[in-house]
């Protein structure tokens, strides 16, 4: 079978003096194209140790990680970058938005790294934005939208370079209740369109929006299930 993700036996070791501590401990998993899964765990299990290797934001101590059918355990920081770029759209809990920069500008900034020219970088932004809901905020700075809108620009720019993998760290965190169900809707429909979409999150009622639920515990995988019970937005 083609997996989008494949790691296998990923350890992450630190180490503090004589000590090693294991952030991961020889972690399997597989994720399908267009799955929905929820990574859950309390602080301190590995799950942001696993996001950022899944991120191509860190590499593993040992183990090998296939992304789309590419090794990227062994990449240098230049290739892993690449490939961020092209195969990750990635939505944080902070939003991670340039204050100086319009909306369309911000969520433009991928395509910038994939040489994009800029006529057709505004027009692609402009399409992303609108299909977020934000096509009258083009030109609104990240201190003129409400917290829903940042993420939603934030959502926009994951999108605009049709990545392989969305991955959404906690992307509900800053968020009232009434604005995380409706990003969480956003990402929803993300999914439903054909999108694959890690959600990293320590909240059970946000993990519920996923189709597979993986727990970890002390860097190691405690549960990996279908989740019978997916919480539909509408």
């Known amino acids: 079978m083609n997996y989008l ?51 191509c934001l860190d590499s593993p101590t040992s183990g090998k990680y296939f992304l789309n059918g590419i090794d990227v355990s062994k990449m240098s920081d230049h290739q892993l970058a690449a490939i961020r770029n092209k195969e990750i759209g990635f939505v ?16 433009a900034m991928p395509l910038i790294y994939a040489g994009v020219g800029k006529k057709e970088r505004k027009e692609i932004a402009i399409r992303m934005l609108e299909k977020v809901g934000l096509g009258n905020r083009i030109l609104h700075k990240p201190n003129e939208l409400s917290g829903g809108q940042r993420q939603r620009v934030a959502i ?26 409706e990003i969480m809707g956003l990402l929803q429909q993300i999914h439903a369109e054909g999108n ?28 990996d299930k279908p989740n019978n019970h997916v919480r539909i937005y509408a």
């Open 5 to 55: 993700i494949d790691i296998r036996e990923i350890s992450k070791i630190y180490s503090i003096g004589e000590e090693k501590i294991y952030a991961l401990n020889g972690v399997t998993l597989q994720i399908k194209k267009n799955e929905y899964i929820s990574l859950m765990g309390p602080s301190g299990s590995g799950k942001s140790t696993l996001m950022n290797i899944l991120g």
């Open 92 to 107: 944080f809990q902070t939003f991670h938005l340039l204050p100086r920069l319009t909306a369309w500008e911000n969520v």
């Open 156 to 181: 926009a720019r994951a999108l605009v370079n049709h990545p392989s993998l969305i991955l959404a760290d906690e992307p509900t965190g800053n968020l009232d209740s009434k604005t995380s169900y």
């Open 196 to 223: 694959t979409v890690v959600l990293v999150t320590h909240e059970e009622d946000i993990s519920l929006h996923a189709h597979r639920i993986v727990k970890l515990k002390d860097g190691k995988i405690i549960e």
